[in-house]
């Protein structure tokens, strides 16, 4: 189960395409009005201004590794993944002791379910800031997938012990929560998952995963009440599909004796489909 990461073009001008400044670099030199106005092209979903701005960033900024991490960000988000490749690698190398595009390549590395590949860069990343608690969430995640589970459990836990400033990850409870379930540790993990809830009451996969954990600690009406959350919580990016909220249900309310209720959640299950996108992940 990933954590919900933006994905489509509009999306990307939410991203901070660095967290340093672009004074004082000559290769950026007048790209930040650019890289605004693209951003906010984007935003807006202007595809043909953001592309022109996209142009002259590659023309006129060609080594100005903000502008290189956007032009990474919109390949990738358009399915140009060896140029996105190409690009974040090309910002890797032009600046070395910089954490951001090290951890922007594994990101797009744990986009495309490349576990070991993601490791490596979230490692690069955290060699140079190493109290960034995303950089360890995701190398958590990384290694979970991966199977050190020793080792991702102690990721995250450095994350936790980080989490605070501009790069504070609110997912950082949400996924250590749902390790610990995973670990058998229902005790530790509600108080996490409790956590992820409070963080981030808009995400779906917080409030499924907590309905899980309220029904493996036997209490269904408890859990069937974080299960009408998750389904009344969109989920566009089909992170958790609408037919395992409804198969959740569906079983909450055998459980409960509400067996019309049951029955037309299991039917619902029984209609949902599994979008082609999803088919592809690997479960996380």
Request: hydrophobic residues 40%; glycine residues 8%; aromatic residues 6%.
């Amino acid at each position: 189960m990933g954590r919900p990461r933006p994905c489509t073009l509009a999306a990307l001008a939410l991203l901070a395409v660095c967290a340093s400044p672009l004074a004082g670099n000559a290769a950026c030199e007048d790209a930040e009005s650019t890289i605004s106005a693209t951003r906010t092209a984007l935003a807006s979903g202007d595809i043909s201004a953001a592309t022109r701005g996209l142009a002259t960033l590659a023309a006129r900024n060609a080594d100005c590794v903000p502008a290189i991490l956007l032009r990474a960000q919109v390949a990738a988000a358009r399915g140009a993944a060896s140029e996105a490749e190409e690009l974040y690698k090309r910002a890797c190398a032009l600046e070395p002791t910089r954490p951001e595009p090290f951890f922007e390549l594994g990101v797009f590395y744990d986009s495309r379910q490349q576990h070991g590949r993601a490791a490596e860069q979230f490692r690069a990343a955290l060699d140079l800031a190493p109290d960034d608690p995303q950089s360890w969430d995701y190398l958590g995640l990384s290694l979970e997938a991966l199977g050190n589970f020793d080792d991702a459990g102690s990721a995250y836990r450095m994350g936790l012990a980080r989490n605070r400033g501009p790069r504070f990850d609110p997912m950082l409870h949400y996924n250590y929560g749902r390790y610990l379930m995973k670990q058998g540790r229902l005790a530790e993990a509600r108080k996490h998952l409790d956590q992820a809830v409070r963080l981030v009451p808009g995400t779906r996969a917080v409030h499924y995963e907590r309905a899980r954990l309220a029904e493996r600690l036997g209490n269904p009406g408890e859990a069937l009440q974080h299960g009408n959350r998750a389904l009344g919580t969109p989920d566009s990016r089909g992170v958790i599909l609408d037919m395992q909220v409804h198969y959740l249900l569906s079983r909450l309310h055998r459980a409960l004796g509400n067996n019309q209720e049951a029955d037309k959640f299991a039917a619902l299950t029984r209609r949902g489909e599994i979008p082609i996108e999803a088919r592809s992940r690997s479960g996380r």
